[in-house]
């Protein structure tokens, strides 16, 4: 299984890669999505053990080493990377992939019989800029499997030769289900195909964000002035007037109820 955690690259002015973490089994085809060529390009690199991380793990099994990883994993058609040249014709590019083949798996470096077999015999004289998008692929997904130690394949933007994913979804498809080699397939790609429902990615996914600022209150509105009754007016106002048939004791009292009432 591919197991990334966090996988970062540093580039000149900010991430040539994002923080991304994704995992694949073999039998498995995973897809994931990223919008720049470069942070593509940068992620098949590294997936296939050509180009170190500054941050995050990445491992095949249960291995982190890079050079492991590279041996296990092939890097099909990533631009400036190992795409072939245009002016080649497949005959030619047969025969300069096998010769990258550890000799004791490519046996003669002749390309005849290795197109006969694998069924490329159709296209043997043509230039590589005259394959449909689903024959190219074809012909380099084999060229990466003739090398029997190659479990994981990582494809560098292989919807950049067509729109339509029935170019490169189907192939890919097959090799990761097939069941006599069954291998662990990741394809980078522009945008994930409408239909798909499988396993899937974005580059970026593992990115950290610093916590949003929590917005300020809002000042409290001034609360109306409560109505503050009036005070009642002083006692002796209040009160009713005395009956004339006042007892002599209680006048003192109210002469000086008045007074303070002035």
Not at 145 to 163: F, G, I, K, N, Q
């Amino acid at each position: 299984m591919l197991s990334v955690q966090q996988l970062q690259i540093n580039g000149r002015r900010g991430d040539l890669l994002p923080a991304t973490s994704l995992q694949v089994r073999r039998g498995e085809l995973l897809l994931v999505a990223g919008d720049g060529q470069d942070q593509r390009t940068a992620l098949a690199l590294a997936l296939s053990g050509r180009m170190k991380p500054s941050n995050g793990v990445l491992s095949w099994d249960t291995t982190t080493k890079t050079k492991k990883i590279r041996l296990a994993s092939a890097l099909v058609d990533s631009p400036g990377v190992n795409e072939p040249e245009q002016h080649l014709s497949v005959r030619d590019l047969v025969t300069e992939d096998l010769s990258l083949i550890p000799r004791r798996y490519r046996g003669a470096l002749l390309s005849k019989p290795w197109l006969k077999v694998n069924s490329f015999e159709d296209i043997a004289g043509l230039w590589i800029e005259q394959l449909p998008a689903a024959r190219r692929l074809e012909l380099l997904t084999a060229l990466a499997l003739a090398d029997p130690a190659t479990d994981l394949l990582v494809l560098d933007s292989p919807d950049r030769h067509s729109a339509d994913p029935a170019a490169w979804l189907p192939r890919l498809q097959a090799l990761a289900s097939d069941a006599g080699r069954p291998l662990a397939v990741v394809a980078v790609v522009g945008a994930l195909a409408d239909n798909w429902t499988g396993s899937a990615a974005v580059i970026g996914n593992s990115v950290t964000h610093p916590p949003e600022p929590e917005a300020e209150a809002a000042p409290a509105e001034p609360k109306p002035p409560t109505a503050v009754e009036p005070k009642a007016k002083h006692a002796a106002q209040a009160a009713p007037e005395a009956p004339a048939a006042t007892t002599a004791a209680a006048q003192p009292d109210h002469e000086n109820l008045q007074r303070t009432a002035k």
